[in-house]
């Protein structure tokens, strides 16, 4: 790889742990289109070499939202429980799904996200000592399955079922829901990375560069986070998620 491809890999790395930072979601969702349309990277790798930089995006963010103590830990233990089986799972069914199965499955994921990012905007928050049905351990065990089998799957992170989940359905305060989707990402992630490259799904070559631009993006996430609620940043996501999906299909249908 030339020096400028490795640079280009960081700064992609980095926006995409940023972005990530801010909606809680690892930054997958920017890299996996990247990797796919742009490099032409297959899904088993997509999936393992994004899972890497997820990891390393809420790594660096979930220390600055403990240190904020905006982590329910609560809710983190149980969900941690139940993703760990799952995303060993989720590294099992990825070598099932052919490319072009990759590719629609996770544009499909990528619009319900765009729909998501614009539905959280009118969603009034509980107050942040109210208990929800998403603190009652047992669904937080089941629930943490999904979380953990999606993340592997698509190396995109948990809080594509978990933000939702929190967010939405329990209407929990948004900081809180973005900094426990790190926590609950950054415990588990571990596993399906390991189970990932122990089956050769990581490209290194891609990796390292990423990885580095995700430490420093993931790094100033959350202080950007608490600075930005602009529905112009929502939009501005919403359309890229969107735009991803849509490059994602036409690939296969042009």
């Known amino acids: 790889m030339t020096p400028l491809g490795a ?12 972005f990530g930072s801010l909606v809680g979601l690892g930054g997958g969702f ?7 349309i742009v490099y032409g990277v297959p899904p088993t790798q997509v999936a393992g070499t994004s899972l890497v930089l997820v990891l390393a995006n809420t790594a660096a963010s979930t220390v600055g939202y403990l240190r904020d103590r905006v982590v329910d830990l609560r809710l983190a233990v149980p969900f941690t429980l139940g993703a760990v089986p799952g995303s060993i799972l989720g590294v099992f069914a990825v070598r099932k799904l052919s490319p072009t199965g990759f590719d629609f499955a996770y544009g499909i994921v990528l619009v319900v996200l765009a729909i998501l990012v614009v539905r959280r905007r009118s969603v009034v928050s ?9 603190h009652n351990p047992w669904i937080g065990i089941v629930a943490g399955v999904g979380i953990g ?8 992170g ?10 939405i359905a329990a209407r929990m305060p948004p900081h809180v829901v973005t900094a426990t989707s790190a926590f609950v990402i950054t415990t588990t992630a571990p ?12 490209d290194w070559v891609f990796t390292l560069p990423l990885v580095l631009g995700g430490l420093a993006g993931g790094s100033v996430g959350p202080a950007i986070a ?3 609620s602009s529905p112009a940043l929502i939009t501005l996501l919403a359309t890229a998620l969107s735009l991803s999906a849509i490059g994602l299909a036409l690939r296969h249908l042009l």
């Not at 640079?7 to 940023?18: M, N, Q, T, V």
């Open 30 to 36: 920017v890299i996996i289109p990247v990797l796919r």
């Open 149 to 156: 089998f999606f993340s592997s799957l698509f190396g995109i």
């Open 191 to 202: 596993v399906g990375v390991v189970t990932h490259a122990l089956e050769g799904h990581v």
């Open 158 to 167: 948990g809080g594509v079922v978990l933000i939702p989940l929190l967010l």
């Open 126 to 134: 509980r107050p942040l000592e109210e208990r929800t049905f998403a």
């Open 226 to 228: 608490k600075r930005v």
């Open 7 to 18: 640079l280009a890999l960081f700064l992609i790395g980095a926006a995409a742990s940023i």
